[in-house]
């Protein structure tokens, strides 16, 4: 009776032990800005409390790397995440996608260049200057419907004000919206 129970119990270890190894837990897309703990930029000291409870918020937002198609560029933080949700432009209604955006250190050039490389197949736009980069090759417009519903990357200098306490010397923003 004894060998029984021992045997029952080792063999639901086993099963258990299997069950677990083939569920690996989820890969974040990226890592999210890590807190500093003070104010690390000149002039913006009033902007990080701000800053905290947006990361925080991230932080419970960002999704599992299998759920984003653009892979996220190497060594960029995440410092914002929204979720997608109706919305309308001129009075157009859609449904806008969510989206991340990234900070890195890295210059504009480089960045689109990693992601023309990474999405072939994705349709290279310039916008006043911006680069983007969306799936497929029909109409994209960015401020209106095309732009929200269609996944999309979008990649543009950083300008100061913009930066955030936990990244001081980014120098680029990245922003991907994903189905």
């Given at each position: ?32 800005a ?44 995440i ?91 980014a ?9």
């Amino acid at each position: 009776m004894l060998m029984t129970m021992l045997r029952a119990t080792l063999v639901a270890g086993l099963l258990a032990v299997l069950a677990l190894s083939g569920t690996a837990s989820a890969e974040p897309y990226a890592p999210v800005a890590k807190d500093p703990g003070k104010p690390t930029i000149a002039g913006q000291e009033a902007g990080y409390p701000l800053e905290q409870m947006m990361l925080q918020a991230t932080a419970e937002m960002v999704p599992d790397r299998s759920a984003v198609e653009q892979p996220p560029y190497p060594g960029a933080v995440i410092v914002t995440a929204q979720k997608g949700g109706p919305g309308s432009s001129n009075d157009v209604p859609f449904v806008a996608l969510p989206s991340l955006v990234l900070h890195t250190t890295d210059d504009v050039a480089k960045v689109v260049a990693f992601y023309v490389e990474s999405l072939p197949g994705w349709t290279r736009y310039d916008y006043f200057g911006m680069d983007y980069l969306y799936k497929g090759s029909g109409e994209f417009k960015p401020m209106e419907k095309s732009g929200r519903e269609t996944p999309n990357v979008f990649v543009m200098e950083l300008p100061a004000a913009m930066r955030f306490h936990a990244m001081p010397d980014a120098k680029t923003s990245i922003t991907i919206s994903y189905k």
